[in-house]
């Protein structure tokens, strides 16, 4: 290859002097959380809540956040989103990473490589629109979740010629970059609103409602925005690991009834709440991970407020509220290298997974089905 036809990325990542990320940056697995917010943002642009109402207010104690979406790199140089949100042009203005590149020749090129999609609702997909001008991408998504997508005709103007799909498969790692390995595991969920039929499952676990575990250089980071129920089998997968996004959602359950602003639970909408004797605080009290981390936060949820009661439990509980921009570097770990907090083997098909005794294992949920 002629020394001007190598493509940006490839020359960007040769210079990287031995450890240290070819951009500069650190080795390993890094995540930059684009979009904080569970759908509409934060604040939302119909709503004056009482956690809006601070934000359109510009009282400091909180921060506006975009819709849900995380990016994802092992080299720091290529990217993948998990999950594209309506939002994600604003996102890619505020992130140096994702910003376009210019080739030796003179053409467009972008550090964005893949998509992949956790489920099919607007939040998570109305961005594959922004990124439909004529360049490479690759979307993976299961079953379930390309049929609702793809059914669409809109998202045909993601160019067939360059946009590829990919179907990914529950328990079966892809590779959407070198050096990104990513699982796709079922979570308690629902179809998205607008698949919604005269009655609606909560809690099934499909394809169309999907964690991702993604494994670089060593390390692991489990992102699971949009969750219905903990139930035993996901405390133990998500054990061990380095980093977790988790549904953070409501609070309460019934948050969005007590605000005036809708009539829909938390878990009606497929997201089990904070707090409670039930919520995912409780639930995942006694899970061992590196880094624990709320995402896809609903406006309404006052665990967004600095120092209100509801921050204050999540903070002394070890968690913390994630930003737009809030960044998590998981660095290059040797096989000999333990973990600094305890590692169940790898989930197999073949084998059940132990329940370790440090774990708190919460009730499971059936699921249910409910009328509209
Ligand atoms: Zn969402
Ligand atoms: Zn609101």
Known sequence: MREGAQPVADRLRATGPGNDGPDGGPAGLRAIVLGAAAGGGFPQWNCRCTVCALAWDGDPRVNPRTQS???????????VLLNASPDLGAQIRATPSLQPRRGDDGSRDSPIRAVVLTNGDVDHVAGLLTLR????????????????????????????????????HLGEPFAPLPGLAIEAFAVPGKVPLYLEGASVDIGTETGATIGLSVRCSGARLDHVPGCAAVTPALVARLNGTDALLFDGTVFRDDEMRLEGVGTKTGRRMGHLPVGGADGSLAALAGLAAGRKVYVHVNNTNPMLID?????????????????????????????AEET???????????????????????????????AR
């Open 307 to 335: 120092g209100s009661p509801e921050r204050r439990a999540v903070d002394a509980a070890g968690w913390t509220v994630a930003e737009d921009g809030t960044e998590i570097a998981l660095p290059v770990r040797g096989a």
């Open 133 to 168: 001008e004529k360049a490479p991408l690759t979307v993976f998504a299961t079953a379930e979740t390309h049929a609702a997508v793809g059914a669409n005709p809109l998202f045909g103007v993601l160019d067939p010629a360059l946009a590829a799909w990919r179907e990914i």
């Open 340 to 370: 600094p907090w305890p590692s169940l083997p790898e989930p197999s098909r073949q084998t059940r997974l132990p329940t370790p005794p440090t774990l708190r294992t919460p009730t499971s949920s059936p699921s249910t089905t409910i």
């Open 69 to 79: 979406s995380l990016a994802i790199s092992a080299d720091g140089v290529e990217w």
